[in-house]
């Protein structure tokens, strides 16, 4: 007999339902997309048990669940809440990936690239805007991969409180807190880099052009929107070298991440009982060229 057809429940927790997180869904092959907005944990039992009552256990690796949304914490809280309502011990469960805001792939993406480059144990690395969705997971990416990571916030709490949360979860590198205010205390965290990855957010400029370090080998700019976040890379520079420095700018990982992000969805569906976080993200990217 054939298999059900293939259907992703889209819990978002914006009030409009990502569109992007839609198109990408339809062309990674999904069959039916069902999607919910304005999602909060207390929605989410009974929609998790509209999934995982209908199908019985033999069919469920053909419902899977994707959490988006513009809040990356909102999307932590669901997941949760998503983990909580599903039956395991009797086979009652979905495959589920967590990109609010296009996080984990986009993390995946970047640390997928560098790694072309470089090799990431002990590599010395910079996440400017490291306390962001996105910059967190690029730290933490890089950090378990044996990195000795800096982790480059305005403010020294916020960058403490992100470096400890990210040691906690366990990693072969370091992590330190690196405040990026002032061009001096810029200048210092820069200072033997050779790895930089500018994830602030959206029309911030993080570093400029006079700023880059003699050892940068690799230059990774995630944002899109002008002025761009490092100067002296441009959004479509998809390893392009500049002044012997490998640069990617956010429209060049940007390729990446569609790929690591359809992957990803393709893969709810070989099984029910996988949790697609920055972590297994980044595992599907290995396997992308
Ligand atoms: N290429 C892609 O496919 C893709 C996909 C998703 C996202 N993105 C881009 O990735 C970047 C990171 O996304 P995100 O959601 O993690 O960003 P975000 O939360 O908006 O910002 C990240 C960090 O930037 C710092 N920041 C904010 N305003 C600043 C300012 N005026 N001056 C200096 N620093 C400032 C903040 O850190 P502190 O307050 O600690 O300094 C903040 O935690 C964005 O540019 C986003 O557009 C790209």
């Not at 990109?99 to 690395?125: E, W």
């Not at 800096?150 to 366990?170: E, F, K, N, P």
Request: glycine share 12%.
């Amino acid at each position: 007999m054939s298999e059900k057809p293939r259907i992703l429940i889209q819990l978002d927790t914006d009030p409009q339902a990502s569109v992007f997180d839609r198109v990408v869904a339809v062309d990674a092959g999904c069959d039916h997309l069902f999607a919910y907005e304005g999602v909060t944990p207390d929605q989410v039992t009974s929609l998790v048990h509209g999934a995982i009552f209908t199908r019985g256990p033999k069919d469920l690796h053909r419902t899977a669940v994707f959490i988006g949304g513009s809040d990356v914490s909102a999307g932590e809280l669901l997941l949760g809440a998503v983990r909580r309502a599903m039956l395991p011990q009797w086979g009652l469960q979905v495959s589920v990936l967590l990109d609010s805001n296009g996080c984990n792939t986009t993390a995946a993406a970047a640390v997928h690239v560098a790694k072309r480059h470089l090799n990431l144990r002990g590599v010395s690395a910079l996440v400017l805007g490291g306390t962001g969705p996105v910059g967190q997971r690029v730290a933490r990416l890089l950090f378990q991969q044996g990195a000795s990571v800096r982790l480059g916030s305005r403010q020294a709490s916020r960058a403490d409180t992100v470096c400890a949360t990210i040691v906690a979860r366990g990693g072969a590198g370091q992590v330190t807190p690196a405040v990026t205010s002032t061009p001096e205390e810029l200048a210092r965290a820069v200072e033997g880099q050779e790895l930089i990855v500018a994830a602030g957010a959206a029309g911030v400029n993080l570093l400029p052009r006079s700023a880059w370090p003699s050892t940068l080998r690799v230059a990774i700019d995630l944002n899109a929107v002008p002025p761009l976040g490092i100067d002296g890379v441009e959004a479509g520079d998809s390893g392009k070298e500049r002044d012997g420095v490998v640069c990617y700018g956010a429209l060049g990982v940007g390729g990446t991440k569609m790929k690591i992000h359809k992957a990803a969805i393709a893969k709810l569906f070989e099984r029910n009982d996988q949790i697609f976080d920055a972590e297994e993200v980044y595992h599907i990217a290995q396997a992308i060229p």
